[in-house]
């Protein structure tokens, strides 16, 4: 069933000692008479290849000289009977009704559209056009230009021709002109050339397009994708969005579009079935690999917990296997996750805040604004927010000198009695030296009784070495004590181990030893050692909190080359609680930045209630680093912006001063 050459990927198999006549007979059977066996019918179609029912439908005529489809239609009901009765189809036919279905009646499922036309391949949609032919005597095109527009419509008919360059032999040179058309067509031009994102995006292989994407990220510091976000408006947008994501990865794609389908509260059953029978036989393991690695959950499991009955059955049954029992890895995950290493290591990003210090900067004016707002009766908030979220850190250490100097009285403490609750505690941070900061917030995580972990370790993994020689100085002044020796009290075994190492800002600086990362490499994929002085834990400590950030991105490559697993997954199948925990952080600390914070800020600010002691923590201590960046990386990856779910989630003169902060919508 696998092309030839090629692994089989799909859930579902040939069957065994197949014999339609007597699958046409049981299935007769499971619906003669009251009521049907609707377990018979699942159990029975699941676990038949789509050519088998092809072939159990003609028996089932031949025998009884009645249709298949539409006796299943009349005995089942609801969204089972739409699963089981898509199974019966061919894909092509299949693909046909679900895109007749999009565009029939008033509205278009744009959706459907974008997921069938971006995810297949040349010879599936030459296949889809004659089955759309064959069974509605219309042309799939005309009906398609009939009920799309714009930029939108033509992108869809150039998908529509199945024309797509399959060559695998890449042009360096068509690469770096294709990667510099891009960007002069969307970042470097006034308005966009949208026909030269189609002609390129539409036309090129997908082995020529992933080199390109490659190459525009080094000409212009951002994916792909944040360009079209930036370029391109509403279902073109989403179009384009969909046919990059299936260049990079139709796997990834697939598992992203069953995420959505089914997190939050409903399902979008059409989504699931569509995608559940479509793939069934083509790359379902890589999905659900892909899916267990970007989603820390199954896609077993998932489907389990949000759908319920012989509907539920049935798609475990396409799904073939719960990841999170098996805890198999599977290549597709590793192909992924090496390509992420891949960006990481060759991406030039300019990191990039959202404070700037003021131009025509007056602290002395500064200081007396301030003043004025809190002098007499009530406290003029929206004022103090204004100058205090628009000055650079240093201008605001200026503006405490000016204040003191001119009225002889501590700004700090005066802040401190005229504002309260959220948006005192975001003030006052912003007054304090970044070292200051971070000191006091790891300072509140050790003092008391608990010990805030997620704390200690957003702080000391992500920090650089002169942060961190900044923040002990900032730690020994502001409480006398050495922010070594607290860590060590407030803390135990290799968790500690792992904090002191990182206390000591002793990470090494310079660039990738390629023989050096081959044998780290090597001692974090040893399992094998029973040695407790050369624990596992001690391997990944020796190497994760000392090397480089460029050596480790190697180390990371050749971890997946030796094992096939990406190092997240090792540290999470291999280690728990705040070990594993502090290792993760470090390793997406290297591998996106900004991604790791922009995924910290959503957590904060999802489901019921807000975290705001992070959601402050974080805003203060990146925004004049890389909260630009953290904004790009958020829309990236939750399909909405920072500034949006601030809006959404906070109020009041809090909410006011966190979107001064977050510098602008995206």
């Known amino acids: 069933m696998a092309p030839k050459g090629k692994v089989y990927r799909g859930s579902v198999k040939d069957f065994p000692g197949f014999d339609a006549s007597q699958d046409a007979e049981a299935l007769y059977n499971a619906m003669k008479g009251f009521g049907s066996d609707k377990e018979a019918i699942l159990d029975l179609i699941t676990s038949r290849s789509n050519k088998q029912r092809v072939e159990i439908c003609q028996a089932y005529k031949s025998l009884y000289g009645k249709d298949l489809i539409a006796d299943l239609k009349y ?15 061919p894909p092509a036919y299949s693909d046909a009704k679900e895109i007749k279905d999009a565009i029939a009646g008033i509205g278009t499922d744009e959706k459907c559209l974008i997921e069938i036309l971006a995810s297949r391949t040349n010879q599936e949609i030459h296949n889809l056009v004659a089955a759309y032919k064959d069974a509605y005597e219309r042309d799939l095109e005309a009906d398609v230009v009939g009920d799309t527009s714009g930029h939108f419509k033509k992108m869809l008919v150039v998908l529509l021709q199945g024309t797509r360059e399959e060559d695998d032999v890449v042009s360096e040179d068509l690469v770096e002109q294709d990667a510099k058309d891009l960007l002069e067509a969307g970042e470097l031009k006034w308005g966009t050339d949208e026909a030269q994102f189609i002609y390129i995006l539409g036309r090129r292989s997908k082995q020529h397009l992933r080199l390109v994407f490659d190459e525009y990220l080094k000409i212009s510091g951002k994916p792909i994708e944040r360009s079209i976000r930036a370029e391109l408006s509403g279902d073109f947008e989403k179009l384009m969005l969909a046919v990059v994501k299936c260049v990079r990865s139709t796997a990834e794609y697939f598992a992203e579009r069953l995420y959505k389908a089914m997190k939050g509260l409903g399902t979008r059953d059409n989504t699931l079935i569509r995608i559940m029978v479509s793939r069934s036989e083509i790359d379902m393991l890589d999905i659900r690999e892909v899916f267990r690695t970007k989603y820390d959950k199954s896609l077993y499991n998932m489907i389990k917990e949000d759908t319920s009955g012989e509907y539920k059955k049935a798609l475990l049954k396409l799904c073939g296997g719960d990841d999170d029992a098996a805890g198999e890895f599977f290549p597709e995950a590793a192909q992924v996750a090496y390509r992420m290493w891949e960006l990481s290591a060759v991406a030039k990003v300019e990191l990039r805040g959202t404070v700037q210090p003021a131009g025509s900067f007056n602290d002395d004016g500064d200081a007396q604004v301030l003043r004025k707002a809190m002098k007499g009766l ?3 908030e929206a004022a103090i927010i204004d100058v205090l979220t628009q000055r650079s850190n240093a201008q605001r250490q200026q503006i405490l000198k000016a204040y003191k100097a001119h009225y002889g009285r501590d700004l ?47 702080i000391m993994a992500t920090r650089n070495n002169q942060e961190i020689a900044a923040i002990n100085d900032a730690y020994q002044e502001a409480y006398h004590k050495r922010l070594e020796d607290d860590l060590s009290s407030d803390t135990s075994g290799h968790f500690k181990r792992i904090l002191v190492s990182l206390a000591l800002g002793n990470r090494d600086e310079g660039p990738e030893n390629l023989t050096q990362a081959h044998e780290d490499a090597k001692k974090l994929a040893d399992v094998s050692s029973n040695d407790s002085s050369d624990s596992l834990e001690t391997r990944f400590l020796s190497i994760l909190c000392t090397r480089s950030y460029p050596h480790l991105r190697r180390v990371f490559q050749e971890f997946i080359k030796m094992t096939n697993h990406d190092v997240e997954h090792a540290i999470r199948k291999r280690m728990s609680g705040d070990v594993r925990d502090a290792f993760l952080a470090i390793v997406r600390s290297v591998k996106n930045k900004p991604a790791f914070f922009a995924d910290k800020l959503y957590k904060s600010m999802k489901g019921a209630g807000t975290d705001e002691r992070t959601l402050t923590r974080i805003m203060i201590s990146r925004s004049e680093i890389d909260l630009l960046n953290i904004r790009g990386e958020f829309v990236d990856l939750f399909d909405k912006s920072l500034h949006h779910m601030i809006e959404k989630d906070t109020s009041g003169d809090y909410c006011k001063a966190l979107l001064a902060l977050c510098g602008g919508e995206d």
């Open 412 to 458: 700090m403490a005066d802040l401190k009695s005229e504002l309260s609750g959220s948006l005192a505690k975001l003030i006052l941070g912003l007054m304090l030296t970044p070292a200051q900061y971070d000191a006091k917030q790891l300072r509140k995580a050790v003092e008391g009784a608990g010990t805030d972990e997620s704390v200690l370790i957003e």
């Open 378 to 380: 009530g406290t003029d």
């Open 75 to 89: 005995e089942l009901t609801g969204k089972f009977e739409r699963l089981i009765v898509s199974l019966m189809r």
